[in-house]
């Protein structure tokens, strides 16, 4: 691929805008609306970027996106990740891929997290695990990116604002030029 970051475009434009699964936004909106709190929140360029994209395995999948419904998780975390790991490095892949751990991380550490969740995100959460144990929950405050997931995972949540302005996709064109490894 010659340009991943406009392949990335193209997706957006193309298959986000369908409904973000039990949300009020689309795909694009919200991941819009991620990155831009992570931008004016004054997050580096790799976080600002993983908060662009941290759902793209979404987009990747051919699954839809009422998945969720017929009891399946599709692990878009992870398959983000993969696919975003040949581009970028582990400072934008590794929030991606533990952006759900850090949803089940926080349901156990965090009394009311939650309560503050979304029907949609409730109902993924189940699919996904559910929340951490003690046990889990001790050993993700130990893991490489985990802080910087739970800071993605707190603008995903409040990512869902319907007819949110946000900057264009090229706003955020130089910074993922900035954090490509290629």
């Known amino acids: 691929m010659n340009d991943p970051i406009q392949f990335l475009f193209d997706l957006l434009r193309?298959?986000?805008n369908n409904a973000y699964f039990g949300e009020?936004?689309?795909e694009t909106?919200?991941?819009l609306q991620a990155a831009d709190l992570a931008e004016r929140s004054g997050a580096p360029e790799a976080l600002i970027a993983a908060a662009l994209l941290h759902d793209i395995g979404h987009l990747l999948h051919?699954?839809?996106?009422?998945?969720a419904d017929q009891g399946i998780d599709a692990c878009h975390e992870q398959l983000?990740?993969?696919w975003l790991g040949t581009y970028f490095d582990q400072e934008v892949t590794e929030p991606v891929r533990l952006h759900v751990a850090a949803k089940r991380y926080l349901c156990q550490a965090e009394p009311g997290y939650y309560a503050g969740l979304s029907e949609a995100s409730k109902q993924s959460l189940m699919l996904q695990g559910g929340p951490m144990d003690a046990a889990e929950a001790a050993a993700f405050v130990t893991t490489p990116y985990g802080d910087r997931a739970v800071a993605l995972r707190r603008w995903d949540e409040a990512a869902k604002v319907p007819d949110a302005v946000t900057p264009p996709l090229e706003h955020f064109q130089n910074t993922l030029k900035a954090v490509l490894k290629i």
């Open 14 to 16: 193309k298959r986000g």
């Open 24 to 26: 009020a936004v689309t």
């Open 29 to 31: 909106e919200h991941m």
């Open 62 to 67: 051919e699954r839809g996106e009422r998945i």
């Open 80 to 82: 983000g990740a993969d």
